[in-house]
Each structure stands twice: as structure tokens, then as C-alpha cells.
């Protein structure tokens, strides 16, 4: 397959591009760099420095590259971010998609799989949550996601493309080399800010709440391995490729694991106590997350290799252990 990866030089898509690579496919990456890093590019693939909402640039990508499946992972995910400043998000997730998808429909590129959030969902009203639950977003990040699901429905309706959205939960870890990892600037995520500690970088880990209605107060949350996800994001490509309609899937691991059971793993994997402080809730926690990916499995045939959490941590420190400053120096 000839792929194009959209946003491959950020976490979750340098990760699916060494799995692309490492699966013998040809790829290509356009990125803009703004979250991404040209040290997580694969040497292996093409790469192109540009911005999907510049319309010259893709369609002169297109004319260049014959594609068969674009993966697109250019977006904007942080979601306190978002709250503060949604036109960013509207403008990068939904404009983007927007000229992307003007740019598809003239280049004849009819599949594409594309970066969806369990944000979604936002307050469940049952775990674990099915793909056809409720999708009531409480942040413009999980809205702008929805609101690109909806685009891809109507013009795939009328363009005759098809696409695969990967609902992700709590994406985290990193790949088995060590050669790329999670880097966010600032960094928002729990398991990163956790490993700050045993690296010197953070005396302590904030808790965010500990009164939720959950085992032992704190929120529980999906956790899924990078690698797997990236593996969902081959299979959805073959799957269009095979002529697959278009669907939308969850990828969570279906465990929920507590704050306080991610920080003790954390310290039985860094050998560090990790001190930890009960601090407020964070605005916009839902209690619980944790996802059915019953429907990836039996008809994408997906199945994570790396449920573990003690594996997950065990990548991810094996990453921020030997680049405590990411991708920086
Ligand atoms: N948390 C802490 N302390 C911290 C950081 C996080 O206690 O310093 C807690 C959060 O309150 C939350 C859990 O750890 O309960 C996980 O938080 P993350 O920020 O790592 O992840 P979220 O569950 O908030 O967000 C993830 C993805 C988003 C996605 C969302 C879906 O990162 O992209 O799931 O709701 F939108």
C-alpha cells in the first residue's frame, strides 16, 4: 500500500509509520512541525514539511504521490487547551479536514482512517462504552473530533470516500526500540508527568481528585499501547483497501485502571517511590472511561499485544528515561 501519513511525525503518527514501515508498506509523511518533531520522522519514509489547511501544498502533494490510503493524524488534542482557545481547534481540526477532504475529492484519493477520540463520548452514561453510545462532548477537542466524523459521513456520502475513525482512549507508551516516544509541549498526560518524577524533572505527581465514585476515589481510565493502536491503523487500511464500508471503532484495551494503580505501577516499574499529592479535581474529568473494542476486533481483527500496564510503563520509561528532555537536548 502507498500511504499518506497526515501529522506522522507526532506521537501516535511516528508510531504508526514504523509500524507501517517495519510492515514492508511505502509511506509518506506530510507534517507541519508545530507538535511534531523531524527527529520521530522514519528515515524510511518520505517527508514533506507543510500544513493540510494549505491547499497548494496538498494538491501539489497529491499530483506528486500516487496514495492509495491517507492516515490522517494532523490535529490539534489537548483538551484544556481547547477550552481556552476553541477557534484554534475549530480552525486546525475541522478547517484542515475540510481542505483536506477538497483536496481528496479532486485527487480521485477515496480512503482514508483517521484520528477520533473517546473525548466523544464525554460523560458516559454506561462502561464499558459501545461505539453507538451517546456522544455528548463537554470540550471543543472531543466536538471538533465529532464534528469531523459528521464531515467525513456527508462528503463520503457524496464523494464516494470511505473512511474508518479510530475512537482511541488513553493512548500511551512507546515503541520497543526507543528510538521514538511521547513528547507534548506542555505535557498534559499522567503517565509522562508521572515519569518526570523518577527523572528529576518534578518532586511529585498531583493526584487530580480522590472523591470520584470509583474504588479508590481517583478516575479510572482505558489505557491502550501506541503500538497497538498503530497496528489498528493498518488493519483499518487493509480494510478499506478490501472494500470495507465505512465504520467507526473504539481502541481501549476494555480495563480500566485508577490514578493511584498507574502511580503504583509506576513505582514497582522506576524502582522511584514517586511521592503523590490529592489535589482538586481537574474541570471536565469524566470518573470512568473504559471502552468495548469488541467491534475493532471482529471486524478489523485487531488484538493488542501490550495490555499489560506493567509493559505500557515499562516502554514508556525505557523512552523518557534516556530522552528526559523529549526530542529536545
Ligand atoms: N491526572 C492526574 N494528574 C496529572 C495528570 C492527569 O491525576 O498530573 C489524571 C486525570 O485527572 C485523569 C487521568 O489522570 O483522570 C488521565 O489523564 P490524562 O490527561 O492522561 O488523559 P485524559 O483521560 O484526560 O485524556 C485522554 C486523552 C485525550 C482524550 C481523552 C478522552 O489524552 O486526548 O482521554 O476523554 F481526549
Redesign the pocket.
Known amino acids: 500500500m502507498n500511504i499518506l501519513v497526515l501529522g506522522g511525525a507526532g506521537y501516535i503518527g511516528s508510531h504508526t509509520v514504523y509500524a507501517l514501515i517495519e510492515a514492508g508498506q511505502n509511506v509518506v509523511i506530510a507534517d507541519n512541525l508545530l507538535t511534531g518533531f523531524e527527529q520521530a520522522v522514519h528515515p524510511k519514509a518520505k517527508f514533506y514539511k507543510g500544513d493540510i489547511r494549505d491547499r497548494a501544498f496538498l494538491d501539489a502533494l497529491f499530483a506528486k504521490e500516487h496514495i492509495d490510503v491517507v492516515i490522517h493524524f494532523a490535529a490539534c ?3 484544556g487547551e481547547s477550552v481556552t482557545q476553541p477557534l484554534k481547534y475549530y480552525d486546525n481540526n475541522l478547517c484542515g479536514t475540510k481542505v483536506l477532504l477538497e483536496a481528496m475529492v479532486k485527487a480521485g484519493v477515496d480512503k482514508i482512517v483517521f484520528s477520533s ?3 466523544t ?1 464525554g460523560e458516559p452514561k454506561r462502561v464499558p462504552i459501545l461505539e453507538d453510545d451517546p456522544t455528548e462532548p463537554t ?1 471543543p ?2 466536538e471538533t473530533k465529532l464534528s469531523m466524523e459528521k464531515m467525513f459521513k456527508w462528503v463520503g456520502a457524496a464523494h464516494g470516500i470511505r473512511y474508518v475513525s479510530l475512537r ?5 507508551g512507546a515503541h520497543e526500540s526507543g528510538e521514538i516516544g511521547e513528547a507534548h509541549n506542555p505535557e ?4 509522562p ?2 515519569l518526570q518524577v523518577p527523572n528529576g524533572k518534578r518532586e511529585f ?5 480522590d472523591d470520584y465514585p470509583t474504588k479508590d476515589g ?4 482505558d489505557y491502550i499501547h501506541v503500538t497497538d493502536l498503530a497496528q489498528a491503523h493498518i488493519l483499518a487500511a487493509q480494510y478499506l483497501m478490501a472494500g470495507g464500508e465505512s465504520d467507526i471503532f473504539n481502541l481501549g484495551n476494555g480495563v480500566g485502571f485508577t ?1 493511584k494503580e ?1 502511580v503504583d505501577v509506576a513505582r514497582a516499574v522506576t524502582g522511584h517511590p514517586i511521592p503523590a499529592r490529592v ?1 482538586p ?2 474541570a471536565g ?2 470518573a470512568q ?1 473504559i471502552a468495548s473494542s469488541e467491534k475493532a476486533k471482529t471486524v478489523l481483527g485487531w488484538n493488542p499485544q501490550h495490555a499489560s500496564l506493567e509493559e505500557i510503563i515499562a516502554s514508556a520509561w525505557k523512552w523518557h528515561s534516556t530522552h528526559p528532555n523529549g526530542y529536545g537536548k
Not at 482511541?168 to 500511551?172: E, H, K, L, Q
Not at 498534559?188 to 503517565?191: D, P, V
Not at 505527581?205 to 481528585?209: A, R
Request: with cysteine.
Open positions: 488534542s489537548l483538551v477520540t473517546a473525548a463520548y470540550n477537542y472531543g482511541y482512549f488513553n493512548a500511551c498534559s498526560h499522567l503517565i508527568l508521572i505527581i498531583s493526584i487530580f481528585g481517583t478516575c479510572v481510565r490514578v498507574v489535589e479535581r481537574r474529568d469524566p472511561l
